[in-house]
């Protein structure tokens, strides 16, 4: 992950590996649909000291969603099936009234990622927004233009739960600016020989890292990861989902 | 995950929100069988500013395995397809020379944990190591005297792929010193209503967190994360193995 510019096998020194950093970003106010997320953040960003090339800012879906107005009402577990069953490309397990979908993004996850807690009243849920990618594409676009910076790469984080483990932990369904994904294949290992293992998610480990200061009770809706080193480029949240034909767990 | 001391539903001031910061440990040599990982280790977190309470250590299971000795000569194909099946309880999935099993410990991953990179030389392989919740806490045992601190975190982190998505992310298959998950059940949300979702795997964050120190190809074996609000407890990484009779995906 961390670029080594001293040759193959060269073992890494201080001078190549940096530490990361990861800042809260404080003081947004409760969102609103209709609310400029962007300039909110901008603000927030500035009192953190600014935004510099490198940076990642990571942003909770619930925010984006809610700025989005990606909001409905389900007075009643039918009501909430039923906008699962919409949000929801096909039903891959349910028990009980627990189900398991895949969206129509194609992430696959609970409740299709609906969401009842901080929302605005008991009756209210959250949707997943209809294109994260794009989302993430518009921060970056305005932070970039008031930063002066091309491209900030953004990643908007959701708590999803996992094939196999307990518990959830964040991950990226939207980005932009970045490439979800280094690929390893043809980096040599220290022993110079190239590595086997192929692609690392270090989109899905930003948001992770992001998530240990955005905590869910707290209100922290976004974090900036400082240090880190990622590959800028026009990368998507799409890459990062499996595609059908090497999906072992349909 | 961060500590709310201003009661339910407040929001969150600078005051208690940290900053988390993610430091490599270098300077570790390449690792034998019998090497006192514990003491290297702890040379090397004297050099990053010695370890202080709340500190997190991240070690990369590569490492505690070569100290373990948990290497194997795998010539063929067939020598490591026995290999995979020895350290299997079941085989998941196959396709092909990839194989999903479940290994000893319950984990679900490829080939068994089996690693070819970044191995002495091309024909041996690296094995799990046995426990690794006990290679953590013997860790955190050795690390606690050396430092003064009671039973300090430790993960031992691997990287694995993941159902439905592409590349791999980092998680916590060795822990001490800390609870894995953080229970937000009975926590209110910062509209003052109680959090529906059930468990953040905090470990598995933590490990994704360190990954981005640690890159494959970079021979930075370990990493300080601080700041970072952990509760300190005696859980270990079986906790983050989804019980038979939860999981939708045998």
Redesign the interface.
């Known amino acids: 992950?961390?670029e080594?510019t001293e040759g193959a096998g060269a073992?890494?020194?201080?001078s190549?590996?940096?530490?990361?950093?990861?800042?809260?970003l404080?003081g947004l106010p409760?969102l609103q649909p209709g609310d400029d997320l962007a300039g909110l953040l901008a603000k927030s960003i500035e009192r953190a000291g600014g935004l510099s090339v490198g940076d990642v800012l990571v942003v909770a879906q619930k925010v984006v969603s809610k700025a989005e107005g990606r909001l409905a009402r389900a007075t009643s577990q039918a009501d909430l099936e039923a906008l699962i069953r919409a949000e929801a490309r096909r039903v891959r397990?349910r028990?009980d009234d627990l189900f398991?979908v895949e969206t129509h993004h194609g992430?696959?996850c609970a409740t299709a990622g609906i969401?009842?807690?901080?929302?605005?009243d008991?009756e209210t849920v959250i949707l997943l927004p209809v294109n994260p990618d794009a989302s993430a594409a518009g921060l970056s676009a305005h932070l970039g233009t008031h930063f002066g910076i091309e491209a900030p790469p953004v990643i908007i984080a959701d708590?999803f739960g996992?094939?196999?483990?307990?518990?959830?932990?964040?991950?990226a369904i939207g980005v932009a600016g970045m490439e979800?994904?280094?690929d390893?294949r043809g980096?040599?290992?220290?022993?110079g020989?190239e590595?086997?293992?192929?692609?690392?998610?270090?989109a899905?480990?930003?948001a992770?890292?992001a998530?240990?200061?955005?905590?869910?009770?707290?209100?922290?809706p976004a974090a900036l990861?400082r240090g880190?080193?990622v590959e800028h480029g026009d990368g998507s949240a799409t890459?990062?989902?499996?595609p059908p034909e090497?999906?072992?767990?349909p």
């Open positions: 992950m961390v080594n073992a890494p020194d201080s190549t590996v940096r530490e990361v950093r990861i800042s809260p404080l409760a397990r028990r398991i992430f696959v969401d009842h807690s901080n929302t605005p008991a708590s996992r094939a196999w483990r307990t518990g959830t932990v964040d991950i979800p994904l280094i390893l980096t040599l290992d220290w022993a020989r590595l086997e293992s192929t692609q690392v998610a270090v899905d480990e930003l992770a890292a998530h240990l200061v955005m905590g869910k009770a707290d209100g922290v990861v880190a080193a890459e990062l989902v499996m090497r999906d072992l767990f």
